[in-house]
């Protein structure tokens, strides 16, 4: 049920005050990823780059069926798999990494060891935090006043759009291309876990 509580009421009084939220986001965006990171890493030592015989539609795939279980968790209030919805939301991020790895040209049907797969994943993550930071100084942190639920549809259209591209050969007319769409992806899912973990700290 977290996902549909009402958020705290952003207001943007002053030039100081958004100034230190940005910066906030930044550190909590931080720690979001390393701890991504960390289960990338962990999963690379257990499996290999397994994961790298997949077509970014098999990706794409995987992260519509985490974000449909989390939409299912926020719908139904309950769940019989005693997970949460916070590693849903960790595997979009990495499955999302992982895409914008397979969509690199100059990576493609290259073996990468860990360091390798390790510097391209901060390489991206770095890239797609420059991304948000750009956007929030435009909009001005107002995903604060979003609900978790509609960073869940967020993806879910994402997804939709994604398959979309893929039908017409990436080949769009004025659309952003699925490597966009995936940084779009992966600060939604930082910003929902921010909001997940700020709702458990305000209780």
Known sequence: MLAIVPPRLFLRS?????????????????????QCRSIFQKKNHDYGPSWRI??????IDQIFIKATRIRTIEENGMQKIDEGVEPEW???????????????????????NEEELLANYDSLVAQTKALMEQKNHDYGEIWRSMLVSTFTDMLLMRVNRMHQILQLDGQTKMSEGI??????????????LIRIEESKQAK
């Open 54 to 59: 997949m077509r970014i539609s098999s990706i």
């Open 14 to 34: 002053n030039k100081v005050n958004t100034i230190t939220l940005i910066n906030q986001t930044s550190e909590q965006f931080t720690g979001i990823i390393a």
């Open 179 to 192: 490597d966009s769409n995936l940084m779009d992806m992966i600060n939604y899912s930082v910003f929902a």
């Open 90 to 112: 960790m595997g979009i991020i990495n499955y999302c990494v992982m895409g914008l790895i397979q969509l690199d040209a100059s990576l493609k049907d290259k073996e990468l």
